[in-house]
């Protein structure tokens, strides 16, 4: 089945630093990737909705240049969070669809478990 | 109020029981998935449908569109089956709405 690996699994960074999380589809091509954002005991929140070779569109609410998303490929997309604080600690989650609309499976990565210190 | 409403939110049950878990919407679709996500976070994802029922092994999903809802059952349910299922909806666009999931424990 189709596989999305997602890396690191967690990390733990310095207030104000850069943390960049990366989501590949390892045996398919992913035209749409998705980036959630999940508190605990809570569910998904979408972040961002990646397309390859365009701008991320964004969730109302979500800062663009807190949230840097690049899908520079058609296997790769990634979620950059700039200049990292306490707030931004989180548990961030990527998807992908195997087809090119909403009809298609979604396939999740392992997620990123986020601590800003 | 949100898009999707699962219910219920918590649900204790014992080894053996057969368990529902309900998921209403009401925006129209194009498809309807639920996901299981395990303790550590990641998630699975277990039935996409747009009609109908579908079943794998001991889970079964059924959508009934004119009615916006949609059932998730687990037959003879086992500790493994302990986690969060959320029901989430499609639209055109690749426009998602996520239900708030249903925590679910199962005793031995």
């Known amino acids: 089945g189709a596989v999305v690996s997602q890396h690191p699994s967690w990390v733990i960074c310095k207030s104000g630093t850069s943390v960049k999380i990366e989501c590949r589809s390892l045996?398919?091509?992913?035209?749409?990737m998705f980036w959630y954002r999940q508190f605990p005991k809570q569910s998904l929140m979408l972040m961002a909705t990646s397309n390859e070779g365009s701008k991320a569109t964004y969730e109302q609410g979500v800062e663009k240049d807190k949230f840097l998303i690049n899908h520079a490929s058609l296997t790769l997309s990634t979620l950059t969070v700039t200049s990292a604080h306490p707030e931004d600690s989180s548990f961030y989650i990527c998807?992908?669809?195997?087809?090119?609309?909403?009809?298609?499976?979604?396939?999740f990565g392992n997620g990123t478990r986020l601590t800003v210190t | 109020k949100n898009e999707v409403e699962q219910s219920p939110q918590n649900l204790t049950a014992q080894e053996g029981e057969f368990i529902t878990i309900n998921c209403s919407y009401s925006v129209g679709i194009s498809a309807l998935h639920w996901l299981q996500q395990h303790p550590g976070g990641g998630i699975v994802s277990l039935f996409m449908l747009s009609s109908g029922k579908k079943k794998h092994g001991r889970l079964i999903a059924t959508i009934n569109i004119q009615e916006k809802h949609s059932s998730l059952h687990i037959t003879a349910s086992h500790p493994r089956d302990s986690a969060v299922y959320i029901c989430a909806v499609t639209r055109t666009g690749n426009q998602f709405y996520f239900g708030t999931g249903t925590s679910l424990t199962v005793i031995p």
């Open positions: 045996d398919f091509q992913a035209t749409t």
């Open positions: 998807s992908a669809l195997t087809g090119g609309s909403g009809g298609s499976p979604l396939h």
